[in-house]
């Protein structure tokens, strides 16, 4: 059994102690509006890492959701298991993302995630459910040409590495000695250089850094990859994600400017193909007044 | 000249609560289509047919559906008139802008076919002659989920005629509160002639002429499809459901006043337009799982453009 089918158990064993302990009254009287399941790919590699993001909405205000039993993910290898609670108009959204990896190919079927709760519009006992979810795992397949390919480009890649590790050692070798003819031409000993400090890992560019990017490539070229470039930059930086609808973005956000500048992206997206020059002015406007 | 948001705003000053109501029937009158009402008795399914009527003028019809209703009782008959000898044509409530249908499951399959044959072809044959119901023409159904017993169920294919279907709920503590306060003394007048026949019309031309984008159509397709092949689904929606789709997102772009239509148009009117186009597994009932779940399910797991 994996990890994440003990969490799951773990996650659902609370739920099936209590309706065994104390039956429906230890349910909680939630009104559920959503409960999905999705997956960021449907074919996958073995080996290769994915998503599979669970997304319940309640009327109610709640710190958490206990109650959201995950399904078992069978022999997939669990890397991450995140859980977002957000509150919004009095109504919390809760997405848990499981990181997954599979490990053998063939299909397989996610059982549907759910939650036990007092059903508010009726009064009653009910158990939500999402949709189940199918993936299918396949082994990566290489042929005869590409397997040689490989084995040239590795071969290339091994060679060069060593052409590299050569010109570097003869570097080091050179700048030694003409550092030691300068040290010993002067009269006074310089102190030491410091040890150079290790390389910063590159920053994970801002939200903000992004958009002005976007923007650039819009502005050099309004055509629709770079429009959707810069809407869902915009929509990233209003703390949504791909597949949400501006209404999601509109409700995460509430820096003024940043709507404004959604509403237009809205607009030169899927506005008639007649007001897109307007529509492309007003958004690169819209998106320079948030950026500045 | 009347504009759809006055007429919403004519039914939430009639209407206490149930937004998603108020809004389907406006958004049904848009679309030239028709909405069927599902919920519990007294939670003001027929209130809100009736002040939908009484704001945009017409001719208004309720049809009080029985088991020994008869197909002449909705489309009309012909009555031998003993002076001049001969036949005249006496027509139904059916030749109306807007006919209430009320629990439409009551009556027999013959009659819900004469219904809903009208409603699709929006004309009906009495005797020798075919006549042509009158522009616009909706039909409001509801139904009960309770009291099963002397009903007769809508096939699939009859629901799949019906552009939307709102599930009526109960309304929250406070609102119950207001509608003892708006109704305890007796029904307040309900609004009038806030809108023209002629208005209608015109709005229905207008919404014809909304923009929507190929990727909001490629979107509605995607919903559609997502339904086949859907954990519980026995069988999934129609392409009528993705021309509903379209057509509903249509509407909701011209109630809000745009030209072209976004995916909140069409996402958010999935689930009324899915809801009823959706046969059930028999798992269903095992497992417990709650269908309006599913939907909203389905609609969630498919990214919007």
């Known amino acids: 059994m994996t990890r994440l089918a ?58 958490a959701l206990d109650e959201l039993v995950i399904p078992d993910v069978g022999t997939m290898q669990l890397l991450g298991d995140e859980r977002s609670v957000t509150h919004a108009g009095g109504e919390t959204d809760v997405v848990e993302t499981l990181t997954l990896e599979p490990v053998k ?19 009653r006992p009910s158990r939500f459910s999402s949709n189940a979810v199918r993936v299918v795992v396949v082994a990566p397949v290489a042929s005869a040409a590409e397997r040689y390919g490989a084995l040239a480009r590795l071969g290339g890649e091994v060679l ?32 030491a250089a410091p040890p150079p400090a290790a390389a910063a890992p590159a920053p994970a560019r801002a939200p903000r850094d ?38 999601d973005a509109l409700a995460a956000t509430t820096d003024r400017e940043l709507r404004i500048a959604l509403i237009a992206a809205e607009r030169a997206a899927f506005g008639p193909p007649a007001d897109r020059d307007e529509a492309s002015r007003e958004l690169a406007g819209a998106t320079e007044a948030w950026l500045r | 000249m009347s504009r759809p948001r006055d007429v919403l705003d004519a039914l939430h000053a009639t209407i206490v609560g149930q937004n998603e109501v108020c809004e389907a029937l406006v958004l049904g009158l848009i679309a030239g289509g028709h909405v069927l009402l599902e919920g519990a008795p007294g939670v003001a399914k027929t209130l809100a047919c009736r002040a939908l009527a009484a704001a945009v003028g017409g001719a208004f019809r ?51 076919s004469a219904l809903l044959e009208g409603m699709q072809e929006r004309r009906a044959t009495i005797g020798p002659r075919t006549y042509d119901l ?40 406070e609102e119950e509160r207001a ?97 009823h186009r959706l046969s059930w597994d028999d798992r269903i009932a095992l497992d417990g799982a709650d269908p309006e779940a599913i939907v909203r399910g389905i609609v969630a797991s498919v990214p919007a453009p």
Request: aromatic share 6%; with cysteine.
């Open chain 2, 62 to 112: 309720r049809v009080q559906f029985t088991p020994d209703l008869l197909p002449s009782d909705i489309v009309g008959t012909r009555v031998f008139d003993q002076k001049s000898g001969e036949f005249t044509t006496v027509l139904g409530p059916l030749f109306a802008n807007v006919v209430l249908a009320d629990e439409i499951n009551r009556a027999p399959a013959k009659v819900q």
């Open chain 2, 179 to 275: 509608i003892v306060d708006r109704f305890g003394a007796g029904e307040p007048p309900l609004p009038a002639n806030v809108a023209s026949v002629e208005d209608v019309l015109r709005w229905q031309d207008d919404a014809r002429r909304v923009y929507v984008d190929a990727a909001l159509r490629d979107y509605a397709v995607e919903l559609v499809r997502a339904t086949r092949g859907a954990e519980l689904v026995a069988h999934g929606a129609s392409p009528r459901a993705a021309l509903a789709l379209v057509q509903l997102g249509r509407a909701r772009a011209y109630l809000d006043e745009r030209a072209f239509a976004t995916p909140d148009d069409v996402r958010d009117v999935a689930p009324a337009v899915l809801r």
């Open chain 1, 160 to 191: 060069l590495a060593l052409l590299a590790c050569v010109a570097v050692v003869l570097a080091a070798i050179g700048a030694l000695r003409l550092r030691r003819a300068r040290a010993r031409a002067r009269a006074d000993v310089a102190p």
């Open chain 1, 6 to 63: 003990a969490i799951a158990l773990v996650a659902a064993a609370p739920a099936f102690a209590s309706c065994a302990a104390a039956g429906a009254q230890a349910l909680r009287p939630l009104h559920v509006t959503a409960l999905s399941m999705r997956a960021d790919r449907m074919r996958i590699d073995v080996g290769a890492v994915f998503h599979l993001a669970i997304h319940a909405h309640v009327r109610e205000h709640v710190a």
């Open chain 1, 210 to 247: 992004e958009v002005a990017e976007a923007l650039r490539a819009y502005r050099l070229s309004p055509a629709e990859p770079a429009l959707r470039r810069l809407r869902a930059s915009l929509f990233t930086a209003a703390g949504t994600n791909g597949g949400s609808t501006l209404g």
């Open chain 2, 134 to 173: 009158p522009a616009p023409f909706v039909v409001m159904a509801t139904m009960n989920p309770y009291d099963s017993d002397g009903t007769y169920p809508l096939p699939h294919a009859q629901l799949d005629r019906f552009l939307a279907k709102v599930v009526v709920t109960y309304p929250t503590r």
């Open chain 1, 105 to 123: 190919s063939g299909a397989y079927t996610f059982r549907p995630a759910y939650l036990d709760a007092i059903d508010a519009r009726t009064g």
